[in-house]
């Protein structure tokens, strides 16, 4: 059974930094792309980024671009959202996804596995 187990979430200041992981188990990963997602109160959940776990291949949101990277511990099977210069828009529940589809996508709908999300709260 795949579980997906985010971690990390809190309360910021704007300007700052927090970095958010996802446990990974219940198979093998080789082959999958991770993703980040997130919702913000009142909003759709919307894309972050995400990372093909066999090539590192990335794609990060233009939004949140030049702020926010994901990366990988292949040995751990843990996925990290580093996210810098934090603004009050990126405030929202963060959730870990896992497509078994060997491209990288930000549709949530080629996500098949969740996570139960964690909260970040950027305040001013």
């Known amino acids: 059974q795949v579980q997906l187990v985010e971690s990390g979430g809190g309360l910021v200041q704007a300007g700052g930094s927090l970095g958010l992981s996802c446990a990974a188990s219940g198979r093998t990963f080789t082959n999958y792309v991770m993703g980040w997602f997130r919702q913000a109160p009142g909003k759709e959940r919307e894309f972050v980024a995400a990372m093909s776990w066999s090539s590192g291949g990335t794609y990060v949101a233009g939004p949140v671009q030049g702020r926010f990277s994901i990366s990988r511990d292949n040995y751990k099977n843990t996925v990290y959202l580093q996210m810098d210069t934090l603004k009050l828009e990126d405030t929202g529940i963060y959730y870990c996804?896992?497509?078994?589809?060997?491209?990288?996508?930000?549709?949530?709908?080629?996500?098949?596995?969740w996570g139960q999300g964690t909260q970040v709260t950027v305040s001013s």
């Open positions: 996804a896992a497509s078994p589809r060997p491209t990288i996508s930000a549709f949530q709908s080629m996500y098949d596995f």
